[in-house]
């Protein structure tokens, strides 16, 4: 048997689509560099033991689900949608647009009557998670045609349709078509997930737990900067108590005598606030950092 043969390899779905870009980015970050060639349906990856395989989000659960991928990242709303077992590795908060989780919702044209799922009954709904939406009106006992759209449906709702389930960020592009968001039915990030047989291998689980626990950290430092001041001794106990948010920080001396250097980890959205408090509590030589992953 040749050793090629033999060289163990974990097959990794990556969503095609929507969420590429942020996930080849996030990958990059984690130290996992890939490139995707449009000639190629096999990327190329710096890690000989990775295959990837760009898919469908829409259908990466499902070949996890069945094997013929070893793992894969998906959203949570695919993984519901599909109704696939598959174990469920880690969240990991990211998108296209913000940080904040994707949600499916009941939406209907601003002028309906339509004012709650009740409503619906007896009426047409277009969307692309009809079994998601099958089960959200079975919830609430309602009786309601549901069809699958195969896109632009935010346009169908006011000619086609009584109501549509939409993914939306924001819902910036909802209103611009006049649209109006109802209900929520599902709040969805993205997932790494792996196929059950592979999740009991030794050697397959410890390589899809490295991945998550890099890409993990590479979404915490994405929050976050590093910051390193200089500050008098006699000052230090006041900059530690009027600002809370150095936690924990790390303080060494300085070769300079009286003086000591504080380094701290801070949620990147608090230093604009946090650098004039610094300087005015007597830090000096205040430096800003971007951080590539932070591993608790």
């Not at 990958?27 to 190629?40: Q, T, W």
Request: proline letters at 3%; aromatic letters at 6%.
């Amino acid at each position: 048997m040749s050793s090629k043969m033999k060289k163990r390899m974990l097959r990794f779905g990556l969503p095609k689509g929507s969420l590429q870009d942020a996930t080849i980015e996030k990958m990059a970050k984690a130290g996992y560099n890939i490139s995707v060639s449009s000639r190629s349906y096999i990327p190329y990856v710096d890690d000989e033991e990775l295959e990837i395989r760009m898919i469908r989000a829409q259908e990466i659960s499902r070949y996890v689900e069945h094997g013929y991928l070893d793992c894969g990242i998906t959203g949570l709303d695919w993984i519901e949608e599909n109704g696939s077992k598959v174990h469920e590795v880690g969240e990991f908060q990211f998108s296209k647009v913000t940080r904040q989780p994707a949600r499916w919702v009941l939406a209907v044209p601003e002028d309906s009557r339509i004012k709650s799922v009740k409503d619906l009954t007896g009426k047409r709904i277009a969307t692309e998670v009809v079994n998601l939406t099958k089960r959200y009106l079975r919830r609430h006992k309602v009786k309601a045609e549901v069809e699958f759209s195969w896109g632009a449906t935010e346009v169908k709702a006011h000619e086609l349709v009584d109501a549509i389930v939409e993914i939306t960020e924001t819902g910036s592009s909802l209103r611009a078509n006049k649209l109006r968001i109802v209900d929520t039915l599902l709040y969805s990030t993205p997932r790494l997930i792996a196929n059950h047989s592979s999740w009991k291998d030794a050697w397959k689980r410890q390589k899809i737990e490295t991945m998550a626990l890099l890409l993990k950290g590479a979404l915490e430092a994405e929050a976050k900067v590093g910051l390193k001041m200089n500050i008098a001794r006699g000052n230090l106990d006041n900059l530690l108590r009027t600002l809370p948010a150095l936690r924990n920080p790390t303080v060494s001396n300085l070769s300079l005598e009286g003086w000591v250097a504080v380094e701290t980890i801070i949620d990147e959205h608090i230093v604009r606030e946090l650098i004039p408090a610094l300087k005015a509590a007597g830090a000096e030589g205040i430096i800003e950092y971007p951080l590539n992953k932070v591993v608790y």
